[in-house]
């Protein structure tokens, strides 16, 4: 067999056995994630909607009963706010307040080095072991504020 078969293979065989070891991929916080090193599914629809400017979609995350969607809702929230693109109301504020307490669990993804469950006031509250939130802000930095 040749050099690139082998490659080709290896490359294959890396990124199904990424992929195949998450419970749902396509709700799994990753910037970097699997044997592309790509953005995971849900983070490439946050993006699209940050894109559109649909900043009520993104509002009505806070709400979601997925718990990745209320991570990336209340950084890009806090974050639209900060820039004085978005004015949250009272319910939405009350609403990220209670999420920075919350022990629901979200799968995250950091690369095939970390895949695994975390808490959401763990992962807001920047005091995951993975950095989660500290990836998401550089995302934001360095793909959506350009």
């Known amino acids: 067999?040749?050099?690139?078969?082998?490659?080709?293979?290896?490359?294959?065989?890396?990124?199904?056995?990424?992929?195949?070891?998450?419970?749902?991929?396509?709700?799994?916080?990753?910037?970097?994630?699997?044997?592309?090193?790509?953005?995971?599914?849900?983070?490439?629809?946050?993006?699209?909607?940050?894109?559109e400017k649909k900043y009520e979609e993104i509002t009505s995350m806070l709400f979601s009963k997925n718990p990745a969607e209320n991570f990336l809702a209340v950084i890009l929230c806090e974050k639209l706010k900060e820039n004085g693109v978005l004015i949250l109301s009272e319910k939405q504020s009350k609403r990220i307040a209670k999420l920075y307490k919350s022990n629901k669990k979200v799968e995250v993804c950091g690369g095939c080095t970390f895949m695994g469950f975390v808490k959401l006031s763990l992962l807001l509250n920047n005091k995951d072991e993975n950095k989660t939130r500290e990836d998401t802000d550089e995302w934001l930095k360095d793909v959506v504020w350009k």
């Not at 396509?26 to 909607?49: D, E, K, Q, W």
Request: aromatic content about 12%; hydrophobic content about 40%.
């Open 1 to 51: 067999m040749n050099i690139k078969k082998i490659t080709l293979i290896i490359f294959v065989l890396s990124t199904f056995c990424c992929h195949s070891q998450f419970k749902d991929y396509n709700n799994t916080i990753g910037f970097m994630c699997g044997g592309a090193g790509s953005p995971t599914p849900i983070v490439n629809r946050v993006y699209n909607l940050l894109e």
